[in-house]
T-cell receptor, first 115, second 113 residues
């Protein structure tokens, strides 16, 4: 079974600075998708960024980018120019490319942004 | 597009009571998923539907849990004879197809006293 590990329960960053959240996963599959979801306090989970395993190029969405290392099974999220609104729980998630499997989530990293 | 909605947002019940939650997916989304999230954990899969067909159930879904999606639109999740261990956030998500991004609702927070 696939597993996702987020080794940083909590992180903090100064406003306007850069922070990197770590995620590792375990799978025997070669084709899959990886996601970072953001869950603000008392608000619903939203997708931050998505990476297809067959793509070597790292995904980027505005201030959010990933460092995808397939051989190392590592998928970190970099947030540049951090803003107060970035404060949230961040979940790394895995899904097989077959489409008939649900998301497998890590335990999350709580990010605090210091003004 | 109003997004995924869930009702109620909060539910407090006494142990042994039955509760039912509703999820309305994004219009035309064929896939609908239920997850459970306990404090300090990531969401865990419970079950999912392709239109009205329930395709997979997690081992977490004991026989006290039942989910339906009549007519392939909204879905309900019922918990019978609730236990304190059922206290959690129940999340619903939908996607246009098996390969598309899952969009989450705000969740229903269940507290069993």
């Amino acid at each position: 079974a696939q597993t996702v590990t987020q080794s940083q329960p909590e992180m903090s960053v100064q406003e306007a600075e850069t922070v990197t959240l770590s995620c590792t996963y375990d799978t025997s599959e070669s084709d899959y998708y990886l996601f970072w979801y953001k869950q603000p306090p008392s608000r619903q989970m939203i997708l931050v960024i998505r990476q297809e395993a067959y793509k070597q190029q790292n995904a980027t969405e505005n201030r959010f980018s990933v460092n995808f290392q397939k051989a190392a099974k590592s998928f970190s999220l970099k947030i540049s120019d951090s803003q107060l609104g970035d404060a949230a729980m961040y979940f790394c998630a895995y899904r097989s490319a077959s489409g008939n499997t649900p998301l497998v989530f890590g335990k999350g990293t709580r990010l605090s942004v210091i003004a | 597009d109003t997004g995924v909605s869930q009702d109620p947002r909060h539910k407090i019940t006494k142990r042994g009571q039955n509760v039912t939650f509703r999820c309305d997916p994004i219009s035309e989304h064929n896939r609908l998923y239920w997850y459970r999230q306990t404090l300090g954990q990531g969401p865990e899969f419970l079950t999912y539907f392709q239109n009205e067909a329930q395709l997979e159930k997690s081992r977490l879904l004991s026989d006290r849990f039942s989910a339906e999606r009549p007519k392939g639109s909204f879905s309900t999740l019922e918990i019978q004879r609730t236990e304190q261990g059922d206290s959690a956030m129940y999340l619903c998500a939908s996607s246009l197809s098996p390969f598309d991004t899952q969009y989450f609702g705000p969740g229903t927070r269940l507290t069993v006293l």
